[in-house]
């Protein structure tokens, strides 16, 4: 029988500290920066726990949501309100970082079959960070959010709006700028790494992601951009065109995806 998937949010607090005992402080400070510093610093975690199941047919559910509810709220009890490193037997080795704590997570709940299978965790540091665990093996996606602004002349077709648009002929391109505040979501996967507890170094991402993709399109016409222009400057092709641009440029890391929020209604994803 075909299986639903169900996901429930659940928003908890807690403070960490980023350093590895086996280290010097000063490689901690050039590795971790201002996570380092202590005593730590807090976050408002949002936890999304999917799992999956067959529908009951006496209740309708795959499982009950109050039920679930509650086994979150008892096992986030652990971890809410306290500092990861001190208050917690899961991180006076391991490093609090939100791919250690998805993962700590994912092997607390896959020992509660009461919640059906265990789908996705996906840990969110805030609205530009978020890791993602899919399986008890040790590898994580972390899920980075960047900005840019950017102007097209978009092909006819795609502009419902305006009479003068619609009576041109489709795939025509318009005359008027079209601009769009782009939320452009970088998903990169791979193994946890022990001495770091991160899937990639953040900072070098955020760079190759500003280097590649943010300056070139940043405050710029995309029918300038010298490979756009070639193409219809849609959002499949941009989109396609992040993902080469990204693809080699990640470092140490495989891109597993690339998703680009052009409007509030149009949300476009490739994996190359
Ligand atoms: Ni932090």
Redesign the pocket.
């Known amino acids: 029988m075909a299986r639903v998937f169900l996901t429930k949010r659940i928003e908890f607090a807690a403070a ?1 500290r980023y350093y590895n005992d086996a280290w010097d402080e000063a490689r901690n400070r050039a590795v971790f920066g201002a ?1 380092h510093n202590d005593p730590g ?1 807090g ?1 408002n975690y949002m936890l999304e726990v999917t799992v999956a199941g067959e529908v009951d047919a006496q209740t309708g559910m795959v499982v009950n949501l109050y039920d679930l509810k509650q086994i979150l709220k008892e096992v986030l009890e652990e971890f809410d309100h306290k500092h990861l490193n001190l208050d917690t037997r899961y991180f006076t080795r391991m490093i609090p970082t939100s791919e250690n704590i998805a993962g700590v997570l994912w092997r607390i709940l896959s020992t509660r079959p009461e919640i059906g299978v265990l789908e996705k965790i996906r840990l969110y ?1 805030d609205d530009d960070l978020s890791a993602e665990i899919r399986t008890a093996g040790g590898a994580a996606s972390l899920i980075r959010r960047y900005h840019f602004s950017a102007a097209c002349r978009p092909p006819a077709d795609r502009c419902a709006e305006g009479d003068s648009r619609r009576s041109r002929r489709k795939g025509e391109a318009v005359q008027d700028l079209d601009g769009h505040n782009y939320v452009l979501h970088v998903t990169v996967g791979g193994p946890i790494g022990g001495e770091t507890g991160m899937v990639t170094d953040i900072p070098a991402l955020d760079r190759a992601v500003q280097e590649q993709v943010v300056t070139r399109f940043n405050r710029k016409d995309l029918g300038q951009d010298p490979e756009l222009s070639q193409l219809a400057p849609t959002g499949e092709n941009l989109v396609r065109l992040i993902w080469r641009l990204l693809v080699k440029a990640v470092p140490d890391v495989r891109l597993e995806r690339v998703g680009l929020r052009e409007s509030r209604d149009a949300y476009y994803e490739y994996v190359g």
């Open positions: 960490h996570c610093h976050h540091e």
